[in-house]
């Protein structure tokens, strides 16, 4: 199982960023998938997750309205579109799954900041 993030950077408050999390190793069209960040002196938390067909979602109340996961299954990727950034927004974001054990991505780095 590899999981490698992509499309972090800088970003002002108020701007957008879309992550992309490209899989390979598993069928990644029967697994759940799901979005973490880790701010600087934080816990890790779950910031969005998707079912395998993508027709369920869920959010953090903290990005509820502003974050949308999605995913393609033929190009074995799952996304987050993140729209109306705020500073704490800010950190290591990291795509997951569980396939008899959690499996991470290595992290992209998101920073808003003016």
């Known amino acids: 199982v590899q999981l490698v993030e992509s499309g972090g950077g800088l970003v002002q408050p108020g701007g957008s960023l879309r992550l992309s999390c490209a899989a390979s190793?598993?069928?990644?069209?029967?697994?759940?998938m799901s979005w973490y960040r880790q701010a600087p002196g934080k816990e890790r938390e779950l910031v969005a997750g998707i079912t395998n067909s993508g027709g369920s979602t869920k959010y953090a109340d903290s990005v509820k309205g502003r974050f949308t996961i999605s995913r393609d299954n033929d190009r074995n990727t799952v996304y987050l579109q993140m729209n109306t950034l705020k500073p704490e927004d800010t950190g290591v974001y990291y795509c997951?799954?569980?396939?008899?054990?959690?499996?991470w991505g290595q992290g992209t780095q998101v920073t808003v900041s003016s």
């Open positions: 997951q799954t569980w396939n008899g054990r959690d499996y």
């Open positions: 190793g598993f069928t990644f069209r029967s697994y759940y």
